[in-house]
């Protein structure tokens, strides 16, 4: 019997490779195994558009075209242990699965608090479908929400909750939410335009107590102030899942290490030649950014992992060595992208902006829609913009360092 290109992850990395495989000409046998027990859905718009309405699968459930109807999908199933020497993993019912490839797409899972006596009702996560299907039946008009975490999802979800009609205060750390990703004064601009919709910050603080027994009541923050809340949204980072690969001779130094092409490195820096890893968890090398490997926890990057690892193990399975040669020397190089929606703000990004020592107005007002350049060693390494769309994409193709 021919052993499956198989799949750890079934969300949206683990649905592209497989689509990557056919179209790539790969006919043999695919096996995705995930935690979830939802087919795989798009995960952004959780915090987001979905979050202010009902909350199903069918909302965000991605497409499953005939080229992956062949796929069997294991789900609400997870992955104990894997053998990288023998080439077989292991799931939580001790059913053993053999492989002739192996993808790694495990994602990653929320922070949470480590404080003690937490609350077990009220305080919520947004990672999953069930994450949001838990958070939405709690948000109604009126309900006091208090978000940890200055973040991304941490302000989306506030500003959802806002629409919601709740009241909502988000907590942060540092001097003003969204400070790292884009900067002092587009994070200023920001955090006035969601004060401006009715949402209070608490910024330069942190979370010391979480108080009301069973039910989340109160938190309590180090400037001793205490704020009465019905639900605590924890959105505080999240952490690779990387626990699975612990007993094998794989680099996992803050991710799954991988090569320019997506194999999965060992400890020694040489590849384990059948074995690769896309998505959030994989840690890559990207030098037309960064001088360092690192993971980016942008939307398209998934995809486009996907897409070089599906061709690169249809050729490696096919036998053409000189083709999967030819392949393997293509550095991955994306273009890494991200969008959010917080009110009437629309903001749009290419690059790795946090990579930036200096930051300038390219176009538009602060306070309106506006372009903002991120330049690291003089050259142009990202772009954000609110608003002006067609005038960010134009900027997609300039970015990136010419000395990589």
């Known amino acids: 019997m021919t052993r499956p290109v198989l799949i750890i992850g079934a969300s949206m990395g683990g649905l592209r490779v497989a689509e990557s495989l056919r179209r790539s000409g790969y006919a043999g046998p695919i096996v995705a195994i995930g935690e979830e027990t939802h087919p795989p859905y798009n995960r952004p718009p959780l915090s987001k558009e979905v979050?202010?309405?009902d909350v199903n699968h069918e909302a965000v459930a991605f497409p499953l075209g005939e080229a992956v109807a062949d796929v069997e999908w294991i789900l609400g199933r997870k992955v104990?242990?894997?053998?990288?020497?023998?080439?077989?993993?292991?799931?939580?019912?001790?059913?053993?699965?053999?492989?002739?490839?192996?993808?790694?797409?495990t994602g990653l899972r929320p922070r949470r608090l480590d404080l003690p006596g937490m609350p077990k009702k009220g305080t919520h996560v947004i990672r999953s479908l069930d994450d949001a299907i838990a958070l939405r039946s709690e948000i109604s008009e009126g309900t006091r929400?208090?978000?940890?975490?200055?973040?991304?999802?941490?302000?989306?979800?506030?500003?959802?909750?806002?629409?919601?009609?709740?009241?909502?205060?988000?907590?942060?750390?540092?001097?003003?939410?969204?400070?790292?990703?884009?900067?002092?004064?587009?994070?200023?601009?920001?955090?006035?335009?969601?004060?401006?919709?009715?949402?209070?910050?608490?910024?330069?603080?942190?979370?010391?107590?979480?108080?009301?027994?069973?039910?989340?009541?109160?938190?309590?923050?180090?400037?001793?102030?205490?704020?009465?809340?019905?639900?605590?949204?924890?959105?505080?980072?999240?952490?690779?899942?990387?626990?699975?690969?612990?007993?094998?001779?794989?680099?996992?130094?803050?991710?799954?290490g991988a090569d320019s092409s997506l194999r999965v490195l060992r400890k020694d820096g040489t590849v384990w030649q059948n074995v690769y890893v896309v998505g959030d968890v994989a840690r890559f090398p990207i030098p037309q950014f960064c001088d360092y490997p690192r993971r980016v926890e942008h939307w398209n990057i998934p995809t486009e992992m996907a897409r070089k690892v599906g061709k690169e193990v249809?050729?490696?399975?096919?036998g053409d060595t000189n083709a999967f040669e030819e392949e393997i020397s293509k550095p991955f190089a994306p273009i890494p992208s991200f969008w959010s929606d917080q009110f009437d703000v629309s903001?749009?990004?290419?690059?790795?902006?946090?990579?930036?020592?200096?930051?300038?107005?390219?176009?538009?007002?602060?306070?309106?829609?506006?372009?903002?350049?991120?330049y690291k060693r003089g050259e142009l390494v990202g772009v954000c913009g609110v608003g002006m769309r067609s005038k960010v994409m134009g900027y997609r193709n300039q970015v990136g360092l010419t000395h990589a």
């Open 314 to 318: 249809a050729l490696q399975l096919s």
């Open 51 to 53: 979050l202010a309405a």
């Open 80 to 105: 104990e242990r894997v053998d990288l020497e023998n080439q077989v993993v292991t799931d939580d019912l001790g059913v053993e699965h053999q492989y002739e490839a192996l993808v790694i797409a």
């Open 145 to 256: 929400v208090v978000v940890y975490g200055a973040g991304f999802i941490g302000c989306e979800v506030a500003a959802t909750a806002k629409k919601l009609g709740a009241h909502v205060t988000v907590i942060g750390k540092g001097p003003v939410p969204l400070l790292r990703p884009l900067g002092l004064e587009l994070a200023r601009d920001i955090q006035a335009r969601q004060e401006a919709q009715g949402v209070n910050f608490f910024m330069g603080s942190t979370i010391t107590k979480v108080t009301g027994g069973d039910q989340v009541e109160s938190v309590l923050l180090d400037s001793g102030v205490e704020l009465y809340t019905q639900v605590l949204i924890e959105a505080i980072g999240s952490e690779p899942n990387l626990e699975l690969l612990h007993d094998n001779d794989v680099d996992l130094d803050g991710g799954v």
């Open 347 to 374: 903001l749009l990004a290419y690059g790795l902006i946090d990579q930036a020592d200096e930051i300038t107005l390219l176009d538009g007002e602060v306070g309106s829609d506006c372009i903002y350049g991120y």
